[in-house]
């Protein structure tokens, strides 16, 4: 008998169906709270993704500018060696061949494109 009251206070007749309602209620919204987290670290995942692709394209461009800019340095100091090469020929010929005033005369313009540069340079850090 005292087996037959227990059952029966347990389990009332009308709460079955409301406690399986609630219950499916409560696993419908744990799924729609999974799946929308799961969206949301989705979204974060693209978005590293798309961080990484467009870090590794700035890294990629970067690496090629530095390398043109070190080749078109190369050139830049091959012309200014040329010229100057070319200045120390023409003062060479125009003291009669005398390579004492040529190196001179080159050693000068280069300490005046040096001091011009300098002078740059301060103007800039005044600025």
Known sequence: MAAKKKDSEE???????EQANSAFSNFEMKEHLLAFINSILEYFETLLLYAKK???EKIVIGIQAYIFFRIALFFICLSVL????????FLQRQF?????????????LCLFISLLGVL???????A
């Open 11 to 17: 389990f009332p007749n009308g709460n079955t169906e």
């Open 54 to 56: 467009v870090a590794t």
């Open 82 to 89: 040329f010229f100057l090469a070319a200045f120390f020929l």
């Open 96 to 108: 009669g061949g005398d390579p004492l005033m040529a190196a001179l005369g080159t050693g000068g």
């Open 120 to 126: 740059a340079l301060v103007r800039k850090l005044k």
